[in-house]
């Protein structure tokens, strides 16, 4: 009976507004956009007050993957430890059958442990894409060969050659590129024989420009992208202290609607022109830019990427360039900024038994695996699950803020 009145008084209710809609359509509409701005309020303060403010729009666990899988996988991030203590960035990308080289660091004896390593993955000897961010050693060291080695550019065919279209002003000076003792002139020989071989070289301005036969973005395949970003100091010299660090190429990755970014070590003022000159998307992946250090990776950009992974290639808490704790990479300072999008952060190397001397050349240390090689892969569909990212790491998945070297040397002040 309860249920019959209800219905009925319903009923009565539906008729009565139905009258009231053909009586006063103004007024019913004028209630009707009302309550439908009430409710889109409602649901926008709960999202902000509410879901929001517990996390949930933070990233959560990223799922672990397997070594075995990334062969076959469509398309694969390898983030590469070195061989040795230095710090230095070398990271291989695999769309289907193209691969893109990003560096060889740290020093030219890398070049023993990352040629080995891309072998696996390279099967043909060629490298489509090579990619180098600008002319420090720990980003070139390991492309030119030596007497006793031989370097990225002599073991393989390298297709095309981006790299940086400034350097130094000290590097101008010396005349460096043309100078057999230093590494930027070695690495600009190594160049010259490769394109001498038959690979085609341009600088990241070209690209932008899509001048001489560059472009801006390439395809790798089927639904991978590479796009070349713009910042100032593709055409503008930065005097600071830091100069070389701001010259990087700076390159962004899409499969589909995923999108991954990586600045070499670019630093604030260049990470502030890079927000400014291009529509930068949220990222599910993205490489810490200068191997996280306090002098990158800021709010401008952070606020605009709002990555949901990120990894970090350096050699955690090693004195290589500092004997101040607080400032060896990854820093605090890193930290709390990217903290606030993502706990998912993963190091590649650690260092141990550290002494400290009275500079950090006099200093010693040795190294271990932290995470070890990083790869984030897009597996491919398995039995009733779809397509998905995932995580391989060499050493271990240890997030960062989970490690015995994180809760002796920093604090978590981010997300959970």
Known sequence: MANKKNNQTAKKAARAAEKAAKKNPKVFLAIVAILLVAVIVASLLWYFLV?????NDTPGNVLDGAEADI????????????GHKETG???????????????????????????????????????????????????????????????????????????FPLVSKDKQDKDSANNPNTV?????????AEVNAGAVHYDALQCWNETDGAKKTYALSESVSMSILYHKYYEEQDSSKTAENNYSVCVLLSNGEDHFLFTGDLEEEGESSLVDH??????????????????????????????????????????QYTLDNNNTFPTQDFIDRVGKYTKNIYVTTLATNIVLGASSTKSSWDYTSMNGNIVYYFGKKEE?????YKLYCSENTTILKDTDWFKANRKWNGVE
């Open 51 to 55: 879901y929001k403010k517990k996390g």
């Open 71 to 82: 062969v076959t996988a469509d398309f694969s991030i390898h983030f590469l430890e070195l």
């Open 89 to 163: 960035d070398c990271t291989l990308i695999k769309a289907g059958d193209t691969e893109v080289l990003i560096d060889a660091g740290a020093t030219n004896a890398s070049a023993e442990t990352i040629i080995p390593y891309i072998s696996k993955y390279c099967t043909d000897g060629k490298l489509e894409y090579v990619i180098a961010t600008h002319a420090h050693e720990d980003h070139i060291g390991a492309f030119y060969s030596t007497n006793s080695r031989k370097g990225v550019f002599e073991s393989f065919e390298c297709k095309t050659i981006i790299d």
């Open 184 to 192: 930027y002139g070695k690495y600009c020989a190594a160049r010259t």
């Open 278 to 319: 291009n529509d930068l998307p949220r990222c599910k992946l993205y490489k810490a830019g200068h191997h996280g250090s306090k002098t990158s990776s800021h709010d401008k950009l952070l606020s605009q990427i709002r990555p949901e992974v990120v990894c970090v290639c350096c050699c955690a808490g090693s004195p």
């Open 384 to 388: 009733e699950v779809e397509k998905s």
